[in-house]
């Protein structure tokens, strides 16, 4: 596995592939191709093509991890051990270039940080009414290492 400080992590993707293909890894190169379409796709979106920096690519990866584990658990309630099994393998595939989600006390800690610095942007200690300026605050903070629902959890647990 590479330094993803080396080069782009869609590079890093590619470079990857490759090497699965000649691994002759067909999970991991399935995947891998999966994630790089999902990629392609979300630069062709919109109005116009663009070329996605790596928060977006974060960001497409998270959500693609977040829809093979929201498939998994619907296979298993089905019965579908073997379906199941195949997405956990892909979403952990995935999750080897997401960053480490942050623990439930780095997450708490992010919680305090955005609720500290709105409080000295308004001037008083934000309450529910905030709740939205908070959690564009920290969800800027936690950069990606964890989701909205979790973010939002820590911060109305402690506002």
Do not use: C, F, W
Request: proline share 3%.
């Amino acid at each position: 596995m590479s330094d993803s400080s080396e080069q782009p992590l869609k590079a890093r993707l590619r470079s990857d592939m490759t090497a699965a293909m000649k691994a002759k890894d067909t999970l991991r190169t399935a995947t891998l191709r999966m994630l790089i379409a999902a990629v392609q796709k979300e630069e062709v979106a919109g109005k116009e093509a663009r070329e996605l920096g790596d928060d977006e690519v974060l960001k497409v990866l998270a959500r693609e991890s977040k829809k093979r584990g929201e498939a998994a658990e619907i296979y298993t309630q089905n019965g579908r051990g073997e379906l199941a099994a195949q997405e956990h393998a892909e979403a952990q595939i995935i999750d080897e270039y997401l960053p480490t989600p942050l623990t439930e006390d780095e997450l708490a800690s992010v919680a305090d940080t955005a609720i500290a610095d709105v409080a000295e942007e308004i001037g008083e200690r934000p309450g529910q009414k905030q709740m939205g300026l908070v959690m564009k605050r920290a969800t800027a903070i936690a950069a990606g290492k964890a989701d909205g629902a979790r973010i939002s959890k820590a911060v109305r647990d402690r506002l």
